[in-house]
């Protein structure tokens, strides 16, 4: 018995210690997504294309 509740304060120590380790990563930066916003543009002049040609198919009829 004693066995048991040795193996479940060890999981949960170092289940709380990866917890600690993740919030410590995201409050760092670590996932921030630096490549995204330089090319975000690049893909919402496609999207403005798009509509725009499809506004002017409209008001042509």
Not at 1 to 20: D, E, G, H, P, Q
Request: hydrophobic share 40%; glycine share 2%; charged share 25%.
């Amino acid at each position: 018995m004693s066995i048991i509740v040795l193996l479940i304060s060890i999981s949960l120590t170092i289940a709380i210690i990866f917890l600690l380790i993740f919030y410590w990563s995201m409050k760092s930066g670590q996932y921030d997504d630096t490549y995204t916003p330089s090319i975000r543009m690049l893909f919402e002049d496609k999207k403005k294309e798009k509509k725009s040609s499809a506004e002017k198919k409209k008001h042509s009829t």
